[in-house]
Structure formats: C-alpha cells, structure tokens
C-alpha cells in the first residue's frame, strides 16, 4: 500500500487539476502539505488518515463534498473500473427502491411520500411516477426529504417537474469548471403520472439532508412552490466524481456547481433554510397543523 506521502499527493493532484474553485484548490493544496510537512499525518493509519484529511479539507474550504473516503470493500486499481462507484450507486438505488420509501395517505386527505435517494430519470421514472400517482387525489402532500442523502440530479429535476404546469420553468444550472461549460435543467414535458398542482405541497427537512435532497427542497423553495419544515440542511451543492488512490481509499472533488435561476446562488455551506423551523422529529406534526390551518 502507498506511503500516506504518496496518498495525499495523490489526491492533492486531482483537487488541484479538477476542483470547481481553483483558487480554493491552491489553499487545500498548501494547506495539507503544510501539515504532512510537520508530520501532522505521519502516524495515522487508513481510517484516521482519511478522517483527519476531510477534516482539514473542510477547515480551508468548507465544502462537505470534499472528502477523503476510507472504503471497507476492495476497491479496482484498473482504469476501466474506475465508473464502478456509479454502477454501485445505481444498484443501491435499485436495493431502495429508487428511494421512495413511503407513501401513505394521512388524514384529511393529506398524502406523504418519503424519500431515502434521489434516483436518475432511466431508471427511476417510473417509480417517481408511481408514488406520485398514489398521491395524485390527494388534498396536499408532504415530501419528506429528512433522511434523503443524496442523487442524481435528473432525478431531482423530474421530481420537481410535477410541481410546475409544463415544460417551461428554468430549474437551475449546473456549471461543469472541467469542461467550461453550463447545464441548464428545466421542467419536463412529458411525466407518467399527473401533475400535482394548485394544492399545497410541504417539504420535510433535516440537518442529515444533503445533496440531492436539498437540490429538491432549495428548487421548490426558490420558485415559491413548496413551504419547507424542520431544520437547516448539511448544505452539499456541488456534484462530485470519485478518484480511487488505493484499494481502500477515494477522494472524492466537486467539479460542478448548482446555480439557481432564481437566487443565482446555491446551498453550498450554509444549506437550506426552512420556512417553519422545527426540530426534525417534528417537521411532519408542524407541517400537517400548517395545512390545517390553512385549510380552516
């Protein structure tokens, strides 16, 4: 196995080469062979060594996608796996039913759909639809993104789309800083199952929401379709690609940032603030006396 010497230029190389801010990826860079110059990490093993790396990561640039990875499982050295972290995160979604984890109608008419994941559009469109057909008669839903960690963001913009009446409201963008260039995502045209609009829509949120949850959340909040409950999320906005340095050990470097066409900004750092703060375990009673008070 490398020396950590060996590791942490490894991962340096590719912050250094693909990290959205370059002047930020200068920072980490001096930063972290400052310390390794000291013998701040001489002593750590894998776990430790990957940990006390994200820490510092985080202390220069507070990026929480900015992450030195310990992995249990035997990891491939070979260029033509290294798209395996995206075939597992595919088979995880798979294994959660593309994250819809829930769906039960409440009282009052009241529909609740609980998400884990947020799934790509090939695989995870008909789920979503699913779910959303099951809630389709409902008199408001609540989206609960508490425990949602993360996905992909096709997926996110799908899920959006049955809030919007057609295929013309500007979502947000993603800028690639490795190509130079803009994503734009917008609503979809065509989605299978019915749009749920006109009824009031609540998203349930946590400090454990993060990424492609939050993608959710700060999208419907922005465009002013959805009333937010609970607590401020983790606050990760800035899609990631994962390098494998050895066969334990990623980095993981956001090489994309999510730009709002509303606020022209995004959560990265300071999350997403609710509208009705609560603490989590809450949100779902305070959003449902929210809709009954609304509905009185």
């Known amino acids: 196995m490398p020396h950590n010497e060996e590791i942490i230029e490894q991962a340096l190389q590719h912050i250094e080469t693909g990290y959205i801010f370059p002047e930020k990826a200068v920072e980490i860079g001096a930063a972290i062979r400052s310390r390794r110059t000291s013998g701040a990490y001489a002593a750590l093993d894998g776990p430790a060594l990957c940990q006390a790396i994200t820490a510092d990561f985080q202390e220069v640039c507070q990026d929480k996608h900015m992450r030195l990875l310990w ?53 995870g469109a008909a789920v979503i639809g699913a779910a959303m057909q099951l809630a389709a008669g409902s008199s408001a839903l609540v989206l609960d993104l508490r425990s949602c960690l993360g996905g992909i963001p096709e997926g996110a913009a799908m899920w959006c789309s049955y809030f919007f009446p057609d295929d013309q409201v500007h979502l947000h963008d993603i800028y690639d800083g490795t190509t ?31 990424s492609g949850g939050e993608d959710v959340a700060y999208t419907l909040q922005a465009h002013g379709r959805a009333t937010l409950v609970g607590e401020t999320t983790r606050g990760g906005a800035h899609p990631t690609v994962r390098h494998t340095l050895t066969e334990h050990i990623q980095v993981t470097v956001p090489i994309a940032r999510s730009i709002s066409t509303v606020t022209g900004g995004n959560w990265e750092g300071v999350g997403v603030l609710p509208d009705l703060p609560a603490p989590a375990d809450q949100a779902l009673e305070t959003a449902l006396k929210a809709i009954r008070a609304t509905a009185a």
């Open 71 to 123: 992995v249990e499982e035997t990891l491939s050295l070979e260029p033509e796996d290294q798209d395996a972290g995206r075939s597992a995160f595919l088979a995880l979604l798979r294994a959660e039913n593309q994250g819809v984890r829930r769906v039960e109608r409440l009282d009052d008419g009241v529909a609740l759909i609980e998400l884990s994941r947020i799934p790509g559009t090939d695989e």
């Open 180 to 210: 130079g260039t803009t994503r734009q995502f917008w609503t979809a045209g065509h989605l299978p199952a019915p749009r749920y609009l006109d009824r009031p829509v609540y998203v349930l949120t946590s400090a454990i929401t993060f």
